[in-house]
């Protein structure tokens, strides 16, 4: 823990992720997590890795996009010289 004023950037980015992870972090329970936050602790992290599948597979999928798209437009420049150059 950094001094009174201070934030890591492992704390900023435990934030980021989820700032409810960031609360718990520095406010434990006292007697430890109970058996129904172990649980939501559990799908909060399942949670989270679907979404970030699905944000990963929504950026990856757009790259699939733009490669379509420039190979379309090299087929049409392609066969419009094609045409005009016979």
Same mark, same amino acid.
């Given at each position: 823990?950094?001094?009174?004023?201070?934030?890591?950037?492992?704390?900023? @980015?435990?934030?980021?992720?989820?700032?409810?992870?960031?609360?718990?972090?520095?406010?434990?329970?006292?007697?430890?997590?109970?058996?129904?936050?172990?649980?939501?602790?559990?799908?909060?992290?399942?949670?989270?890795?679907?979404?970030?599948?699905?944000?990963?597979?929504? @950026?990856?999928?757009?790259?699939?996009? $733009?490669?379509?798209?420039?190979?379309?437009?090299?087929?049409?420049?392609?066969?419009?010289? $094609?045409?005009?150059?016979?």
């Amino acid at each position: 823990m950094e001094p009174e004023g201070w934030v890591s950037a492992t704390e900023l @980015a435990d934030y980021a992720y989820c700032p409810r992870s960031h609360y718990y972090a520095l406010h434990p329970p006292p007697g430890g997590p109970a058996p129904a936050a172990q649980r939501a602790a559990r799908a909060g992290v399942r949670y989270h890795a679907r979404e970030l599948g699905r944000e990963r597979r929504r @950026a990856e999928g757009g790259r699939g996009a $733009w490669a379509a798209l420039g190979i379309g437009l090299v087929a049409l420049f392609g066969g419009s010289a $094609w045409l005009f150059l016979r």
